[in-house]
């Protein structure tokens, strides 16, 4: 189940990603093949992760959670 705080956790973590963030974590490609893919991630996150292949928002998943733990390490 997630928590009111899971949540916060999780949205703070999705919206201080960057592109190299998510190229690391392999859900976008890196340079000018993921320049499409970086531009749908900016102008709407939610259809973005709807329309991503199941290993990419697995991977995305994976670095938001890894994001939303560092955050959580560091401002508490």
Same mark, same amino acid.
């Given at each position: !189940?997630?928590t009111?705080?899971?949540?916060?956790h999780?949205?703070? +973590? #999705?919206?201080? !990603?960057? #592109?190299?963030?998510?190229? *690391?974590?392999?859900?976008?490609? #890196?340079g &000018? +093949?993921?320049?499409? +893919?970086w531009?749908?991630?900016?102008?709407? !996150?939610?259809?973005?992760?709807?329309?991503?292949?199941?290993? $990419? $928002?697995?991977?995305? *998943? &994976?670095?938001? %959670?890894? %994001?939303?733990?560092? %955050?959580? $390490?560091?401002?508490?």
């Open positions: !189940m997630i009111g705080t899971d949540l916060l999780i949205s703070l +973590a #999705r919206v201080n !990603m960057d #592109r190299t963030d998510l190229e *690391a974590a392999g859900v976008i490609d #890196r &000018e +093949a993921g320049d499409k +893919a531009s749908n991630f900016g102008r709407d !996150m939610d259809t973005f992760i709807l329309k991503l292949p199941e290993v $990419r $928002r697995a991977a995305l *998943a &994976e670095a938001i %959670q890894e %994001q939303a733990s560092r %955050q959580y $390490r560091v401002s508490h």
